[in-house]
């Protein structure tokens, strides 16, 4: 195997794919990335068994073949070359020698034939979303996964396909983050639970422009293809909690505020709600302005935000980081919070939209 490549191209190419390679499998090749050429063109791919990643790179083969190489070593030595050709070339025994200027390594590979060859995703079931739109839902949505692999179903978000709409959602037992479109297609009907891993890398392949990606499905298995990149990711199986019974569809108090006042006022006293035993803040909500206090045993703040209210006054708490997650990722200057008593979930929402719902629940404190 001998192949030419542009060292930034090669080095992108091997960067996305890393994304896949399992750090902690008790199978050695899986920590590394296949370089294949058999068909012309050089494809860099990884995998756990859950989740695989294939790049196509645009590279001179001059001579055909496959290896596996040591996926973190072969990013170190690409990422500190100098900005020129590289040319690998595979000796019969999987030796690589790296040539770029006058840097030359030499490293042991492995046969391709013994790396795990990703699922075929074969499917008319199949959408497509401009890059940035599928960004942002993700953005909205994958943080709120359960991180307790107790429920393995909850570690995973809901996307459904119906009609006109697509939705996601995720919920941990704490909050349930909503997020729904519209197209001017009629789409496929899909009902599938994505893992968290999978929806994490891919927002960090994913640009911030309009090019589509496409996303095709199977009972088990799903595929994005975004430009010269495919990710293949398994399926999590299992019935997700109906979510639409758990989102209260009446309030006694609204609240609408500055999403960045109320942010920032959040975080500063979360400084010191974190010092505390349950990461907690409380809101007093009055006519005209919502009050945020925190205590911990070295110290206590007081923080005010201006709001228009209508209805009752309420006192409540949060945990402080489950409602500033949600403030960080809401894209719109205004939010309005449904609230009914201080012990019923408390519902967030963009104003003037109703693409996005995030339901938390408060946390009971002794007056």
């Known amino acids: 195997m001998k192949i030419v490549c542009d ?5 992108d190419g091997i960067m996305t794919s890393q994304k896949a390679v399992s750090g902690k499998s008790t199978l050695p090749i899986l920590g590394g990335l296949l370089l294949d050429c058999r068909t012309g063109d ?6 756990d068994l859950d989740i695989g990643i294939e790049c196509t790179v645009e590279a001179e083969v001059v001579e055909k073949g496959w290896v596996v190489l040591d996926s973190r070593l072969l990013g170190e030595i690409i990422r500190k070359l100098s900005f020129n050709d590289v040319e690998i070339i595979i000796d019969e025994t999987n030796v690589a020698s790296i040539k770029c200027g006058n840097s030359h390594f030499t490293i ?59 939705s996601m959602a995720a919920l941990d037992g704490f909050r349930l983050a909503l997020r729904t479109i519209k197209v001017s297609e009629q789409l496929p009907d899909i009902s599938v639970v994505v893992p968290s891993k999978t929806l994490n890398e891919i927002y960090k392949i994913l640009k911030d422009h309009e090019q589509e990606v496409e996303i095709f499905f199977t ?25 639409s019974q758990i989102i209260p569809d009446e309030y006694t108090t609204r609240v609408k505020v500055k999403t960045l006042d109320f942010l920032e006022s959040c975080e500063r006293a979360s400084l010191l709600a974190r ?13 005209d302005v919502v009050k945020i206090t925190s205590n911990a045993e070295i110290g206590m703040v007081n923080e005010e935000v201006n709001v228009v209210m209508e209805g009752k006054e309420l006192k409540i708490a949060f945990n402080s980081k489950y409602l500033t997650d949600a403030l960080k990722v809401i894209e719109s200057e205004h939010i309005e919070m449904q609230l009914t008593t201080n012990i019923n979930p408390c519902v967030l929402k963009p104003v003037q939209s109703e693409n996005y719902t995030y339901l938390l629940l408060p946390v009971r404190v002794a007056e």
Do not use: H, W
């Open 7 to 11: 060292r930034d191209k090669l080095l």
């Open 42 to 47: 050089l494809r860099i791919m990884s995998t």
């Open 108 to 166: 042991q590979g492995q046969g391709g034939e013994e790396f795990p060859q990703l699922p075929e995703v074969r499917s008319e079931k199949k959408i497509s979303l401009p890059q940035d739109l599928l960004k942002s839902i993700v953005r909205q949505t994958v943080f709120a996964c359960a991180v307790d692999e107790t429920r393995p179903i909850l570690t995973g978000v809901l996307m459904e396909c119906k009609g006109e709409e697509i």
């Open 219 to 243: 009972d088990n298995q799903m595929l994005f293809r975004i430009g010269s990149t495919k990710v293949v990711s398994r399926l999590l199986e299992g019935e997700f909690i109906n979510y």
């Open 275 to 287: 010092e505390g035993k349950n990461n907690l803040i409380r809101l007093e909500i009055c006519e």
